[in-house]
């Protein structure tokens, strides 16, 4: 079975450990290949994404790695793209061998900076109560319409973590992800990717930080694959140790939705290998 990462970070961003840590953990746990992907650069200040100055060193060092691993392992230099509308997007980086998408960030808080879905849930549901007087619905509506967007005009090879503001549940019962507009928002968004084509990748970081479920939900797993909504399984890993964690039952989770293959990056194309 050929086993791949895409999704990690390392100390340029949030993430433990330099790139070299990664790829000898990546190597240890048997992967064919390897992307980098830390957060990007964004046009204010947080916690967790790379510094502006440290990007060239950064692509400089991936591709260093790069050499030196020949023929033990692929590696690939990507980022963990935000997409800001109309002001930061995976366009914005097409230096790399290939980026995951994600939306961090709806709104402008009660303090006049990016709202983060991926923060504390403390934060987040301070800002809700504040901004949308609590109601959840019209936050969802928000998030997938800027995923949308981001598929629609920047159209990234991979979808990073869908459901993930779905965490904010653990720390207040915010929606039923049966509710019927919830259902409709998530077709919605699932028939603008298929669209498109790009990947959306099975994140397994809820499961072995938070004990929850993958990002995307197994019944939207379902969907993509009746929909032939091409899969990536994913760490999105913060550690060399993390690398594969709870990869069993994402994979597990893609055989049970009926896939039969993940689309990964090899020999520098994207191709479609069986998950047996
Ligand atoms: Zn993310
Ligand atoms: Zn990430």
């Known amino acids: 079975m050929i086993i791949t990462n895409y999704h990690s970070h390392s100390h340029y961003c949030d993430g433990k450990g330099s790139l070299e840590e990664q790829v000898q953990g990546a ?4 992967l064919r290949a390897f992307g980098f992907s830390s957060h990007c650069p964004v ?6 994404s790379m510094k502006a100055a440290r990007l060239d060193d950064y692509l400089r060092e991936a591709a260093a790695l790069k050499e030196k691993y ?6 690939y230099i990507g980022l963990e793209v935000d997409f800001l509308p109309q002001q930061l997007g995976p366009r914005d980086f097409s230096m790399l061998d290939y980026c995951v998408g994600s939306v961090h960030y709806v709104e402008l808080n009660q303090f006049g900076q990016p709202w983060e879905i991926d923060g504390s849930s403390v934060e987040f549901l301070a800002c809700l109560d504040t901004l949308y007087d609590g109601n959840i ?21 991979i979808v990073g973590h869908l459901d993930k503001i779905k965490m904010h549940n653990e720390a207040r019962p915010l929606f039923d992800e049966s509710e019927e507009w919830y259902v409709a928002l998530v077709e919605q968004t699932l028939q603008a990717i298929k669209k498109v084509g790009c990947i959306v990748e099975i994140n397994t970081r809820g ?18 694959n009746t929909l032939q909504i091409p899969i990536c399984i994913n760490s999105d890993s913060h550690r060399p140790e993390e690398i594969t964690a709870s990869f069993p039952l994402a994979f597990e989770a893609a055989r049970a939705a009926g896939y039969t293959h993940q689309r990964v990056l090899l020999e520098g194309k994207w191709q479609d290998v069986e998950l047996n």
Do not use: C, H
């Not at 046009?43 to 967790?48: L, S, T, V």
């Not at 619905?137 to 090879?157: C, F, G, N, S, W």
């Not at 499961?207 to 993509?224: A, C, F, H, T």
């Open 43 to 48: 046009p204010f200040e947080n916690q967790w």
């Open 207 to 224: 499961n072995y930080k938070r004990g929850l479920e993958l990002y995307p939900s197994p019944w939207i797993i379902v969907r993509m």
């Open 70 to 75: 020949k023929g033990q392992i692929e590696l």
């Open 137 to 157: 619905k019209v936050a969802l509506e928000k998030y997938y319409d800027i995923i949308r967007q981001m598929v629609e005009t920047d159209t990234p090879p």
């Open 27 to 30: 190597i240890a746990q048997g």
